[in-house]
């Protein structure tokens, strides 16, 4: 590892950061803090969570902006129906006071956020999608809020100074970093002692009928796609989950079990509202052309149609809600 060293006058205090997604150490000796500039952000657009490039080709494509800007619009759209019942757990979980400061990883278009702004006095968000923060933004205008505050960049590496925070959340985002373990360190120092933390992790696919659906319809697209198995290393598993909560620090820990269902209609709306709203199909989509897509759609429907009317209730999809404080 290679080491950077910038002085600035006499010797006072050291200090280093060694960069997990880059193979360099920075030293810095100062005395005057303010002495030294804070260095300007890298730009945000296209930009990956840190250690996407050095990761095998193996890894999850959700980790990266690419496919999060692809669906930016869509799924804003499709996805509040579903997604506030479960921002609306977290919330409810977390017991907001009024005057409190919160955190938003992995924000998205606001989905959450937009409603712990009803609940606290300052909401920060942050996400490294700059087409997702653009339509976050317009919706802040939209909605004429003036205290919340978004900031595009890494969530692993998070921009605020330690104890900023009185709870801090994540809807479906943490669970795709290539280094959820970080994430989860960044949360603890970023949060004030006894401050809370609400992140949700989907089930294993096997337990949510949506999930099922959706795959379903994927294969028909591409047989080939491997059915998802179930993963012991990573948020699906609720023992994983609540490990990596108590290494990165925190206690009184729960892991719940939360189910929502999901709006169907019609076939054709029902998968207009998975393309819109689905990265994985954007990205999916992206990958044979738009001619082509629309000749292999026609199975994906043709697949709806026979299965959606066999159905009994509404679709559901499970998911896990992990809860505890600093």
């Not at 080491?3 to 030293?27: G, H, M, S």
């Not at 759209?77 to 997604?83: A, Q």
Request: hydrophobic letters at 40%.
């Amino acid at each position: 590892m290679e080491t950077f060293k910038v002085t600035n006058c006499d010797l006072k205090r050291k200090t280093r950061w060694a960069l997990p997604q880059y193979p360099i150490r920075l030293e810095i000796t100062i005395c005057d803090l303010k002495s030294i500039p804070p260095p300007s952000p890298p730009p945000c657009r296209g930009r990956a969570r840190a250690g996407v490039e050095t990761m095998s080709q193996n890894a999850n494509p959700l980790s990266t902006s690419e496919p999060w800007n692809l669906v930016a619009d869509g799924y804003a759209e499709t996805t509040m129906l579903v997604f506030k019942q479960f921002a609306d757990e977290a919330i409810a979980a977390s017991k907001l006071k009024p005057h409190s400061t919160v955190l938003d990883v992995a924000c998205g278009p606001g989905t959450l956020a937009l409603r712990l702004a009803q609940h606290a006095e300052q909401v920060h968000g942050i996400d490294f999608s700059e087409a997702m923060l653009a339509v976050f933004r317009n919706k802040i205008e939209q909605a004429g809020h003036r205290n919340i505050a978004l900031h595009c960049g890494d969530a692993q590496t998070l921009p605020y100074a330690d104890a900023t925070f009185d709870a801090a959340f994540s809807l479906f985002g943490l669970m795709f970093f290539p280094d959820r373990q970080q994430g989860f360190a960044e949360i603890h120092r970023t949060l004030k002692p006894g401050g809370s933390i609400a992140i949700t992790s989907w089930a294993p696919v096997d337990q949510s009928p949506a999930m099922q659906t959706m795959f379903g319809a994927l294969r028909a697209i591409k047989p080939d796609l491997p059915q998802p198995q179930r993963s012991v290393t990573t948020l699906e598993n609720p023992e994983r989950f609540k490990q990596e909560m108590q290494e990165a620090g925190f206690r009184n820990i729960e892991i719940r079990s939360v189910t929502k269902a999901f709006p169907t209609g019609s076939t054709g709306e029902f998968w207009d509202n998975m393309v819109k709203g689905s990265a994985p199909i954007q990205m999916m989509k992206k990958g044979l052309g738009e001619a082509l897509w629309r000749e292999k759609e026609k199975l994906a429907l043709a697949w709806l149609e026979e299965m959606l009317p066999t159905l009994k209730g509404p679709l559901t999809s499970d998911a896990w809600l992990g809860v505890g404080v600093k």
